[in-house]
């Protein structure tokens, strides 16, 4: 088992910032991949962000891409989400996610471990 614990959110400004991270913990020596998806209010939940194991693979949904960049801690058991250039349409609960084997991909459906969210909130 892997739990995972994120934490970073909070409420901004149109074109702030923020980091959001997620520490794993429990069976960590298994490589995992990591992901981010966020979940806005009456929406379904929607991949944000992937990287693989040894983090040379990198995935961003288009509205993250130029302003989301995901990256591993150096233990590889933390994977944070820089968010810049916030906009009120990024307003969104934001779970980690991780998958085993270790491959990036960006369907829901194939990650083991979630985290229980955190909140985002960008008001104009």
């Known amino acids: 088992q892997v739990q995972l614990v994120e934490s970073g959110g909070g409420s901004v400004q149109t074109g702030g910032s923020l980091r959001l991270s997620c520490a794993a913990s429990?069976?960590?020596?298994?490589?995992?991949?990591m992901g981010w998806f966020r979940q806005a209010p009456g929406e379904e939940r929607e991949f944000v962000a992937v990287?693989?194991?040894?983090?040379?693979?990198?995935y961003y949904t288009d509205s993250a891409k130029g302003r989301f960049t995901i990256s591993r801690g150096s233990s590889k058991n933390t994977v944070f989400l820089q968010m810049d250039n916030l906009k009120p349409e990024d307003t969104a609960v934001y779970y980690c996610?991780?998958?085993?084997?270790?491959?990036?991909?960006?369907?829901?459906?194939?990650?083991?471990?979630w985290g229980q969210g955190t909140q985002v909130t960008v008001s104009s």
């Open positions: 429990g069976r960590t020596s298994m490589h995992y991949a």
């Open positions: 990287i693989n194991w040894s983090g040379a693979a990198l």
């Open positions: 996610a991780a998958r085993r084997l270790g491959a990036a991909v960006t369907s829901q459906r194939e990650y083991d471990y």
